[in-house]
């Protein structure tokens, strides 16, 4: 992993490309354009922060299981990170990438055997870093993970938790749900309240993982301790800010288009929000979308299609379709 960052780092223009993206960042803190601009960041720019020192950089991690072959159980799990101080065009190429490690196997890997290695590679990058060799100068970096980004699933495989569809499923605050009945079958649904849960905390989750741990049960959603949360090796990373949610997932194929079936599912027709009735006159406005060149779907109808739509095509519909003709499909909604 340290010879890869040397190398990413040491090539023609790269470290010239982080200085210059970082310094030319807006001080408009109001608007939020990339990593860089969110508030967690920011903080660590402050003096005496880890990014006081304009020679350190962060990483965001990512990881997923994805099946070797389609008839067989063989899956690989890889775990690679990106530069966050690299212009985003430069950060997702794949020579800029830095791969820790790749797992092969049946099933599933013991996740806290597996990323020790890599939590012990983060704690040397965070407390010494390495030296690079600039343009005939040798500069110390220090490197600090602050993003962990994983789908639900693996999430939970992860950090040692029951699902998603769980009890106590949240990694963020420990609502623990109720059972409801869905289609011919039952689902855990987290209804809103009145009064916010309890929210869930460093501190807390290690209690309870220790917990689960002595008393061989689950606790509140914990299984065990994982490795992300050991406070000698990584003691920065706090699992409920630095693991972030799940946008694909849960807002674009879960928020949304629960939205959309709640629209125009004819099973809800004798509902006051349903509006199928009319999906062919918010179709005939999609025909005449001129979507932008940096959207690669063009945009299909709702009509018999939404529910095969692809987490782009949500996005693209929350983010731009629906903004740019909001009046018109006001007027049809209401």
């Given amino acids: ?20 993206y970082v310094s030319n960042r807006s001080s408009d803190h109001t608007t939020i354009s990339d990593i860089l601009d969110g508030e967690e960041y920011r903080k660590l720019k402050e003096p005496g922060g880890f990014l006081a020192d304009k020679n350190n950089i962060t990483f965001s991690l990512f990881t997923d299981g994805i099946p070797l072959f389609q008839s067989s159980k063989v899956s690989l799990w890889p775990v690679y990170m990106i530069l966050n101080e690299l212009p985003p065009k430069q950060r997702f190429t794949r020579k800029n990438m830095v791969l820790w490690g ?6 599933k890997p013991q996740m806290n055997m597996f990323l020790r290695p890599l939590v012990e590679d983060l704690s040397q990058l965070f407390q010494r870093g390495i030296e690079v060799n600039i343009q005939q100068t040798e500069i110390r970096t220090k490197a600090m993970l602050i993003v ?24 963020y605050c420990l609502e623990p749900g109720k059972v409801v009945k869905s289609g011919k079958g039952n689902c855990r649904s987290y209804p809103y309240r009145d009064v916010d849960p309890e929210p869930r905390t460093k501190e807390n989750i290690r209690a309870d993982a220790q917990e689960a741990i002595a008393s061989g049960k689950r606790i509140r959603g914990i299984n065990s301790e994982s490795v992300l949360c050991h406070v000698c090796c990584l003691p920065y990373f706090d699992v409920t800010t630095n693991v972030v949610i799940d946008y694909m997932h849960g807002i674009l194929l879960g928020i949304l288009k629960k939205l959309m079936s709640l629209w125009f599912d004819s099973k809800n027709s004798k509902e006051p929000y349903y509006i199928g009735k009319r ?6 406005i999609i025909k005449t979308i ?4 940096f959207l690669r779907r063009l945009p299909r109808k709702i ?3 939404y529910n095969h739509w692809k987490a782009s095509e949500f996005r693209s519909w929350l983010l731009y379709f629906s903004y ?8 049809i909604f209401i």
Avoid: S
């Fill in 324 to 331: 740019q003709h909001y009046r018109t499909f006001c007027q």
């Fill in 303 to 305: 009509a018999g299609n």
């Fill in 102 to 107: 790749i797992w092969q196997g049946c099933g």
């Fill in 148 to 171: 962990a980004t994983m789908d639900l699933q693996a999430r939970a495989y992860v950090l040692q938790m029951t699902q998603h569809n769980g009890e106590h499923g949240c990694l």
């Fill in 279 to 284: 999906v062919d006159e918010v179709d005939t």
């Fill in 1 to 20: 992993m340290q010879a890869q960052l040397k190398e990413i780092l040491e090539r023609d223009g790269i470290w010239t490309a982080v200085q210059d």
């Fill in 290 to 293: 001129q979507p932008p060149y």
